[in-house]
């Protein structure tokens, strides 16, 4: 087995990296470290999603699970039957990634995210089978349909009966999961609501829409006269938010306003907010002056998911737009954020526009990718001579990350500086370092 876990799953080019085969395997590897009891498995839209869900599928039935299909889901929806049917989950999806790519996600018992430690078991157990070891073929598999439906009631029913009567919204599903369950929520939620981009064909995910380049969505929503637009990610974890003006509301200003608005009602679990490293300094600086601690975690929502189940903490997120809402949901959950912001909205009686300005004040920020020829764990420690240069031209009026991709071979560089010149000098300069040492020129 050469395709290992990453920042969230299995994940690379079907037919090259993931392959049937692999994913057969690690179907019965999953059964055999965490139980071949009930397991669901559902999918985005990818034109390999079903080949792949079945070769899956076949692998834990071979162990002598119990398999229920339940097709196109947002991941947030597959770890909810998961946790319904007190089972484990795999959704197919590469998330944000190309239609050419597909992943593997595996979340555990009760719908939540892996351990590294089970990870690791899993690996190795695949690294056994793939020795030859023949399936038992005792389980069973079996379609069901009814996962949308409870989906969709689950996030209505967060609102504790309130509505977005009188909120105009516009929602980008770019050609993802959430085209199946995101116009039905905030129809039934009493918005008015316009959807785009809710015709996949297999190849059109996140193809310059969605949360990967909300633009036609921010010129939608200002010709419209919308109140808020909505942009989910291929399998609709996260969220990125457009206000009325078009002007893109990312994740750290989402966490600001959801972490302010629970303090003030109560209900922000020992008023922590979780976040990674790669949340903006702003977003630490306006928790300090609402008295709201910060926890700040590795990339990775599961990550943030561990420090929430670990402290009691009830919100956190990155900065790429996984909310998450760990009263009501296991894992991050673009549909529910979206349908919280719009009840915040309307609760506060002001334009998003006004809250996202009035947050949190940003802190420039230049993020640079670094194509390597492979994925170098080793990056940090070959530039302590360029990162301490750097460091000392910041004198401590901003922050310097570089870190390899989980889910890539690309480093990342990010520079937040108090000018944005300042940034982008100090960015480019150290990707230009890293594209000399391994390989390849830096891309923003």
Same mark, same amino acid.
């Given at each position: 087995?050469?395709?290992?876990?990453?920042?969230?799953?299995?994940?690379?080019?079907?037919?090259?990296?993931?392959?049937?085969?692999?994913?057969?395997?690690?179907?019965?590897?999953?059964?055999?470290?965490?139980?071949?009891?009930?397991?669901?498995?559902?999918?985005?839209?990818?034109?390999?999603?079903?080949?792949?869900?079945?070769?899956?599928?076949?692998?834990?039935?071979?162990?002598?699970?119990?398999?229920?299909?339940?097709?196109?889901?947002?991941?947030?929806?597959?770890?909810?039957?998961?946790?319904?049917?007190?089972?484990?989950?795999?959704?197919?999806?590469?998330?944000?990634?190309?239609?050419?790519?597909?992943?593997?996600?595996?979340?555990?018992?009760?719908?939540?995210?892996?351990?590294?430690?089970?990870?690791?078991?899993?690996?190795?157990?695949?690294?056994?089978?793939?020795? @030859?070891?023949?399936?038992? &073929?005792?389980?069973?598999?079996? %379609? !069901? $349909?009814? +996962?949308? /439906? *409870?989906?969709? =009631?689950?996030?209505?029913?967060?609102?504790?009966?309130?509505?977005?009567?009188?909120?105009?919204?516009?929602?980008?599903?770019?050609?993802?999961?959430?085209?199946?369950?995101?116009?039905?929520?905030?129809?039934?939620?009493?918005?008015?609501?316009?959807?785009?981009?809710?015709?996949?064909?297999?190849?059109?995910?996140?193809?310059?829409? @969605?949360?990967?380049?909300? &633009?036609?969505?921010?010129?939608? %929503? !200002? $010709?419209? +006269?919308? /109140? *808020?637009?909505? =942009?989910?990610?291929?399998?609709?974890?996260?969220?990125?938010?457009?206000?009325?003006?078009?002007?893109?509301?990312?994740?750290?200003?989402?966490?600001?306003?959801?972490?302010?608005?629970?303090?003030?009602?109560?209900?922000?679990?020992?008023?922590?907010?979780?976040?990674?490293?790669?949340?903006?300094?702003?977003?630490?600086?306006?928790?300090?002056?609402?008295?709201?601690?910060?926890?700040?975690?590795? %990339?990775?929502?599961?990550?943030?998911?561990?420090?929430? =189940?670990?402290?009691?903490?009830?919100?956190?997120?990155?900065?790429?737009?996984?909310?998450?809402?760990?009263?009501?949901?296991?894992?991050?959950?673009?549909?529910?954020?979206?349908?919280?912001?719009?009840?915040?909205?309307?609760?506060?009686?002001?334009?998003?526009?006004?809250?996202?300005?009035?947050?949190?004040?940003?802190?420039?920020?230049?993020?640079?990718?670094?194509?390597?020829?492979?994925?170098?764990?080793?990056?940090?420690?070959?530039?302590?001579?360029?990162?301490?240069?750097?460091?000392?031209?910041?004198?401590?009026?901003?922050?310097?990350?570089?870190?390899?991709?989980?889910?890539?071979?690309?480093?990342?560089?990010?520079?937040?500086?108090?000018?944005?010149?300042?940034?982008?000098?100090?960015?480019?300069?150290?990707?230009?370092?890293?594209?000399?040492?391994?390989?390849?020129?830096?891309?923003?």
């Amino acid at each position: 087995m050469t395709l290992g876990f990453g920042t969230d799953g299995l994940r690379g080019r079907v037919d090259v990296d993931l392959t049937e085969t692999l994913a057969n395997l690690l179907g019965r590897a999953a059964a055999d470290v965490l139980g071949a009891g009930r397991w669901s498995i559902g999918r985005d839209t990818r034109e390999s999603g079903p080949r792949l869900e079945v070769a899956v599928a076949e692998g834990l039935a071979s162990r002598g699970a119990t398999v229920d299909l339940l097709g196109v889901l947002p991941t947030p929806a597959i770890a909810l039957m998961a946790s319904r049917s007190e089972g484990c989950a795999v959704v197919v999806s590469a998330s944000h990634n190309p239609w050419h790519d597909n992943g593997l996600k595996i979340f555990g018992p009760g719908g939540k995210k892996l351990t590294d430690d089970a990870e690791t078991a899993i690996e190795r157990r695949m690294d056994q089978l793939a020795s @030859g070891e023949e399936p038992i &073929s005792e389980g069973e598999v079996r %379609v !069901v $349909e009814t +996962g949308g /439906d *409870i989906y969709v =009631a689950n996030v209505v029913g967060a609102l504790e009966g309130r509505t977005l009567s009188g909120l105009s919204v516009v929602l980008d599903c770019g050609h993802g999961a959430a085209s199946t369950v995101a116009g039905r929520v905030f129809a039934e939620l009493g918005a008015e609501v316009e959807v785009l981009h809710d015709s996949p064909d297999g190849r059109n995910i996140n193809d310059g829409v @969605g949360s990967t380049d909300p &633009s036609v969505l921010a010129a939608k %929503v !200002v $010709e419209k +006269g919308a /109140d *808020i637009g909505l =942009a989910f990610d291929g399998d609709a974890d996260r969220l990125i938010a457009v206000d009325g003006r078009g002007q893109i509301v990312d994740g750290d200003r989402l966490m600001c306003m959801f972490a302010i608005d629970l303090k003030d009602r109560a209900r922000l679990s020992n008023d922590t907010l979780v976040v990674t490293v790669m949340s903006n300094l702003g977003l630490r600086r306006a928790m300090a002056i609402n008295d709201i601690a910060v926890d700040v975690t590795p %990339v990775g929502d599961r990550h943030v998911l561990a420090s929430l =189940a670990d402290n009691g903490h009830s919100l956190g997120g990155e900065q790429s737009g996984h909310i998450i809402f760990a009263d009501i949901a296991s894992t991050g959950d673009g549909v529910l954020a979206g349908a919280m912001l719009g009840d915040l909205v309307l609760r506060s009686g002001r334009p998003l526009a006004d809250i996202s300005a009035e947050v949190m004040t940003r802190l420039p920020q230049v993020l640079v990718n670094v194509d390597v020829a492979e994925r170098r764990p080793d990056v940090v420690e070959n530039l302590s001579a360029e990162l301490r240069a750097a460091e000392r031209t910041l004198a401590g009026n901003g922050r310097i990350l570089i870190r390899p991709s989980g889910t890539e071979p690309v480093v990342r560089v990010m520079v937040e500086a108090e000018t944005s010149d300042m940034a982008d000098a100090i960015a480019q300069h150290l990707a230009g370092a890293v594209a000399r040492r391994f390989g390849r020129h830096p891309s923003r």
